[in-house]
């Protein structure tokens, strides 16, 4: 892999950017003598359970913790601040985006909630993200990197694995909370869970109501109407497992998302008002059973469903309504061969379909099943750590793949490691871009290979890795316009396979605990083409950096975050480079209640991610929390 230089937009972000790296590695290594704790464990990036620190592919962690620390509201708003991530959003809290992980396309990164791909079979190529609230969330584990092997369509730019809270923990626990903002804004939520003679339990609920501002730019897009867009957001999550033998547990989970919204559209006049509703509902069954002392099998049988429907009152009324459905069928299994080796093997069946009314008479009912079959080694030979992993999918109507991931660790001593990986990938084209609205049905699949080394350093609470990656994408997607469009319901135009895309570049995490302190930072310097035109990707960043911080004091904790987004092109527009900073704190009044205060956007940064759309203002909230 050739080296990547990339230069920065300017000498001010340049030196910032180098500053808060520098001063996070002088920090790690002049405290790394007073970490306390091993880093987590995590289970995303092979499908076994193994620390952090062992995976070969660059994963990360979101704790507890750090959910906690940061106050963030909604994904979006704590994934900004991941290395390699970059998020961007029509608008406030709630409305629809994408996100590209190693400058891949949203439909190449892999979502999943606790366990279930949150995949939507329309022909948007988004993932509802926008609508995860954090209040369920217990924490998060990034893989990034082509692990299609591992999981199959759509992991071409990496696995982003949300864990619900789970009832963990000896006895009860409660909480209640609430929060106030400048704009109207309001959010109550509640949870209790524990566990009790191998009974797990858990059962939390969240309303988020936000005031909403315009998101529409009226200056760039003047057919728009300038009023607020306002969101609200009602969510309950719960799960329920008995282990009814040692080494068997058997459950059911599940989590439902009602959110409601206002959204802005540039076409028709500056007195149209647009609503819309969106239903995301994951529903499982699962058994975890220690079928002998070195083989356990996990059985799931789940459901996702996004549903959509938008009211478009316009000059000519009319709605829309999208039901987007994954039903999946999964065996995992785990055999250990002896304490340094570890075989995984498993299938997959999914029945996935799509129904729809486009509000312009186009009316789908598509359905088809997928089929896959996987395994994978793992292990160590003193110095020398090993994993391999193969994986067969095959699509109806789109026809078959074969992957494989082959990954390579050298400890260099006890706390750096040198680590490479190659690998292979697909995407299948969904219901919706065959068959949807600007449908092809002669598409093909996208494949794509990846490369990939660095190096790691960790050491009790200190995790720092530095990579150097190369993804390359043929066939991509891509919507080829015709006529010009003249309103929100012309399809003008169709997809089809013609980019060949790339990326490459540098990523660094890190993260450090010591004392009061803890510190996540992260810088990705990556140059995102289209092999075709030799032209930087739609709306990507060349630069990405963050810095987060925070500190207890005795009943204290207080701290900011921080984050860096390069100039990018949106089509023939240009958006500015940014930096967008939070701070916030919290303070114990006594063992169970507290109170919190943040203030998001701080110097009221005027940005945005997507043309023609504003982000939010500065905002400031306050809230109580109880817990028990």
């Given at each position: 892999?050739?080296?990547?230089f990339?230069?920065?937009?300017?000498?001010?972000?340049?030196?910032?950017?180098?500053?808060?790296?520098?001063?996070?590695?002088?920090?790690?290594h002049?405290?790394?003598?007073?970490?306390?704790?091993?880093?987590?464990?995590?289970?995303?990036?092979?499908?076994?359970?193994?620390?952090?620190?062992?995976?070969?592919?660059?994963?990360?962690?979101?704790?507890?913790?750090?959910?906690?620390?940061s106050?963030?509201?909604?994904?979006?708003?704590?994934?900004?601040?991941?290395?390699?991530?970059?998020?961007?959003?029509?608008?406030?809290?709630?409305?629809?985006?994408?996100l590209?992980?190693?400058g891949?396309?949203?439909?190449?990164?892999?979502?999943?909630?606790?366990?279930?791909p949150?995949?939507?079979?329309?022909?948007?190529?988004?993932?509802?993200?926008e609508?995860?609230?954090?209040?369920?969330?217990?924490?998060i584990?990034?893989?990034?990197?082509?692990?299609?092997?591992?999981?199959?369509?759509?992991?071409?730019?990496g696995v982003?694995?949300?864990?619900?809270?789970?009832?963990?923990?000896?006895?009860q626990q409660?909480?209640v909370?609430?929060?106030?903002?400048?704009?109207?804004?309001?959010?109550?939520a509640?949870?209790?869970?524990g566990?009790?003679?191998?009974?797990?339990?858990?059962?939390?609920?969240?309303?988020?109501?936000?005031?909403?501002?315009?998101?529409?730019?009226?200056?760039?897009?003047?057919?728009?109407?300038?009023?607020?867009?306002?969101?609200?957001?009602?969510?309950?999550?719960?799960?329920?497992?008995?282990?009814?033998?040692k080494?068997h547990?058997?459950?059911?989970?599940?989590?439902?998302?009602?959110?409601?919204?206002?959204?802005?559209?540039?076409?028709?006049?500056?007195?149209?008002?647009?609503?819309?509703?969106?239903?995301?509902?994951s529903?499982s069954?699962?058994?975890?059973?220690?079928l002998?002392?070195?083989?356990?099998?996990?059985?799931?049988?789940?459901?996702?469903?996004?549903?959509?429907?938008?009211?478009?009152?316009?000059?000519?009324?009319?709605?829309?309504?999208?039901?987007?459905k994954?039903r999946?069928?999964?065996w995992?299994?785990?055999l250990?061969?002896?304490?340094?080796?570890?075989?995984?093997?498993?299938?997959?069946?999914?029945?996935?379909?799509f129904?729809?009314?486009?509000?312009?008479?186009?009316?789908?009912?598509?359905?088809?099943?997928?089929?896959?079959?996987?395994?994978?080694?793992?292990g160590?030979?003193?110095?020398h750590?090993?994993?391999?992993n193969l994986?067969?999918?095959h699509?109806?109507?789109?026809?078959?793949?074969?992957?494989?991931?082959?990954?390579?660790?050298?400890?260099?001593?006890?706390?750096?490691?040198?680590?490479?990986?190659?690998?292979?990938?697909?995407?299948?084209?969904?219901?919706?871009?065959?068959?949807?609205?600007?449908?092809?049905?002669?598409?093909?699949?996208?494949?794509?290979?990846?490369?990939?080394?660095?190096?790691?350093?960790?050491?009790?609470?200190?995790?720092?890795?530095?990579?150097?990656?190369?993804?390359?994408?043929?066939?991509?997607?891509?919507?080829?316009?015709?006529?010009?469009?003249?309103?929100?319901?012309?399809?003008?135009?169709?997809?089809?396979?013609?980019?060949r895309?790339?990326?490459?570049?540098?990523?660094?995490?890190?993260?450090?605990?010591?004392?009061?302190?803890?510190?996540r930072?992260?810088?990705?310097?990556?140059?995102?083409i289209?092999?075709?035109?030799?032209?930087t990707?739609?709306?990507?960043?060349?630069?990405?950096?963050?810095?987060?911080?925070?500190?207890?004091?005795?009943?204290?904790?207080?701290?900011?975050?921080?984050?860096?987004?390069?100039?990018?092109?949106?089509?023939?527009?240009?958006?500015?480079?940014?930096?967008?900073?939070n701070?916030?704190?919290?303070y114990?009044?006594?063992?169970?209640?507290?109170?919190?205060?943040?203030?998001?956007?701080?110097?009221?940064t005027?940005?945005?991610?997507?043309?023609?759309?504003n982000?939010?203002?500065?905002?400031?909230?306050?809230?109580?929390?109880?817990?028990?």
């Amino acid at each position: 892999m050739k080296i990547l230089f990339i230069r920065f937009p300017g000498p001010k972000a340049q030196a910032c950017l180098f500053a808060f790296l520098a001063n996070t590695v002088s920090l790690v290594h002049a405290q790394s003598d007073e970490a306390h704790a091993l880093p987590a464990v995590v289970v995303t990036a092979s499908r076994v359970s193994q620390l952090q620190v062992d995976t070969i592919a660059h994963t990360t962690v979101i704790s507890a913790e750090d959910i906690r620390s940061s106050q963030a509201r909604d994904l979006p708003a704590l994934l900004r601040n991941e290395a390699g991530l970059q998020l961007t959003q029509n608008g406030g809290l709630g409305a629809s985006g994408g996100l590209f992980m190693r400058g891949a396309e949203t439909r190449q990164t892999l979502v999943l909630l606790d366990g279930v791909p949150i995949t939507k079979t329309d022909g948007t190529g988004t993932v509802s993200f926008e609508h995860i609230m954090l209040d369920q969330i217990d924490h998060i584990e990034i893989v990034r990197g082509n692990v299609s092997s591992i999981y199959g369509s759509g992991a071409i730019g990496g696995v982003i694995q949300l864990f619900s809270k789970a009832g963990y923990g000896a006895g009860q626990q409660a909480s209640v909370s609430t929060e106030l903002g400048s704009n109207g804004d309001q959010k109550i939520a509640f949870g209790i869970g524990g566990s009790d003679e191998g009974l797990r339990y858990q059962l939390s609920a969240a309303h988020i109501a936000a005031g909403g501002f315009s998101a529409i730019n009226t200056s760039q897009k003047p057919d728009a109407n300038p009023d607020k867009d306002r969101y609200t957001n009602d969510t309950v999550s719960g799960l329920l497992a008995k282990s009814w033998s040692k080494g068997h547990e058997a459950g059911v989970q599940f989590s439902h998302s009602a959110a409601r919204f206002d959204f802005d559209s540039p076409f028709g006049t500056a007195v149209d008002t647009h609503y819309g509703k969106t239903n995301l509902s994951s529903y499982s069954l699962f058994s975890n059973d220690k079928l002998s002392e070195g083989w356990i099998s996990r059985l799931k049988l789940s459901e996702m469903s996004d549903r959509n429907a938008n009211q478009y009152n316009t000059e000519s009324p009319f709605k829309d309504n999208y039901l987007s459905k994954t039903r999946t069928a999964e065996w995992n299994n785990e055999l250990k061969i002896n304490p340094d080796w570890v075989a995984t093997a498993g299938a997959n069946h999914q029945w996935q379909s799509f129904v729809a009314d486009d509000g312009s008479g186009g009316l789908y009912d598509l359905k088809r099943a997928a089929d896959s079959v996987f395994g994978g080694l793992q292990g160590t030979l003193g110095r020398h750590q090993f994993q391999a992993n193969l994986r067969h999918d095959h699509t109806e109507s789109v026809g078959g793949a074969d992957t494989g991931f082959l990954g390579y660790g050298f400890a260099l001593d006890a706390h750096v490691k040198l680590l490479a990986n190659v690998s292979t990938g697909f995407t299948a084209p969904s219901l919706g871009y065959l068959y949807g609205f600007g449908g092809n049905p002669d598409l093909k699949p996208e494949h794509s290979n990846s490369i990939e080394s660095g190096i790691q350093y960790a050491n009790g609470n200190s995790v720092m890795r530095m990579s150097l990656f190369r993804i390359r994408t043929k066939d991509q997607l891509t919507f080829v316009f015709g006529e010009p469009c003249s309103a929100i319901t012309d399809p003008c135009g169709k997809f089809e396979n013609l980019t060949r895309t790339q990326n490459q570049g540098l990523e660094f995490s890190a993260t450090h605990k010591w004392d009061a302190w803890s510190v996540r930072a992260s810088l990705t310097l990556q140059d995102p083409i289209d092999l075709d035109t030799n032209e930087t990707l739609r709306r990507r960043a060349k630069v990405l950096g963050s810095l987060a911080a925070y500190k207890s004091l005795g009943p204290l904790q207080y701290g900011f975050d921080m984050s860096y987004t390069g100039q990018r092109n949106d089509d023939t527009d240009i958006l500015s480079d940014y930096w967008l900073a939070n701070i916030s704190s919290r303070y114990m009044l006594d063992k169970q209640w507290s109170v919190q205060g943040r203030v998001a956007n701080l110097f009221d940064t005027r940005y945005q991610t997507a043309y023609g759309f504003n982000q939010p203002p500065r905002a400031v909230f306050v809230g109580l929390n109880w817990t028990h």
